[in-house]
Structures are given as structure tokens and as C-alpha cells.
Nanobody, 121 residues
Framework: QVQLAESGGGSVRTGGSLRLSCTAS????????QNWFRQPPGKEREAVAF???????SVANSVEGRFTISRDSDNNSLYLEMNSLEVEDTGMYYC???????????????WGQGTQVTVSS
């Protein structure tokens, strides 16, 4: 059974930065697409960024130019570098792995428990 553990969330002011980390245990995720999702207060979970098994990355339009996703397959880890944070970035951030499709909530195989990011003005 795969377990995903996120860390790095916290509270920052607008314009600040955070780096989220996700470490997987129990199984290599080298052949999986690895994703970051977030769920703003009162809203549905949404895709933020993903990296394919081949290393192709994609980020949502709302975070383009501010967030960077990366993975370290040797260490079964996933990262999300978040800069120029905005109030609208507030939410619970989830690490997730999907076997066949990237960036889609319904296709996720494994979820982490989430880490809270709060951005205040």
C-alpha cells in the first residue's frame, strides 16, 4: 500500500513563498503521474500541477509563472515551489499519484492527507 505524506504548508503574507514536499512510501511511483491538487475553502478540489512519468510538467493557468513542480524519482519525492503567493492560493494542498491520467481528481490512485496553505493580505 502506498502512503503519501505532504509537508511544507503554513501561513504566509501575499507575495511570500512556500515549498511543499511529498514523500511516498510503500511502492515506487516512478511510473505514475504525480500531481498536486488543492481545495480552496468551500470549493471543489482542483488540479494545480502535475509531472508525468516521463518528466513532462504542466501547471494550471492560475499559477503559471509562480508555481513549479518537480519530482525526485530516486527518492520517491514530489515538490511544489510556490512563489508570489496570493490570497486565492489559500487551501488544502494534496499530493496525489495517478496511474493513467494526469491532473484529474477521479483518476487518482493514491492521495496524501493534505497540507494547509494560508495566504493573507
Amino acid at each position: 500500500q502506498v502512503q503519501l505524506a505532504e509537508s511544507g504548508g503554513g501561513s504566509v503574507r501575499t507575495g511570500g513563498s512556500l515549498r511543499l514536499s511529498c514523500t511516498a512510501s510503500g511502492h515506487s511511483l516512478r511510473t505514475y503521474c504525480q500531481n498536486w491538487f488543492r481545495q480552496p475553502p468551500g470549493k471543489e478540489r482542483e488540479a494545480v500541477a502535475f509531472v508525468t512519468a516521463n518528466g513532462i510538467t504542466s501547471v494550471a493557468n492560475s499559477v503559471e509563472g509562480r508555481f513549479t513542480i518537480s519530482r525526485d524519482s530516486d527518492n520517491n519525492s514530489l515538490y511544489l515551489e510556490m512563489n508570489s503567493l496570493e490570497v486565492e492560493d489559500t487551501g488544502m494542498y494534496y499530493c496525489a499519484a495517478s496511474r493513467w491520467t494526469c491532473g484529474t481528481v477521479k483518476d487518482v490512485t493514491y492521495w496524501g492527507q493534505g497540507t494547509q496553505v494560508t495566504v493573507s493580505s
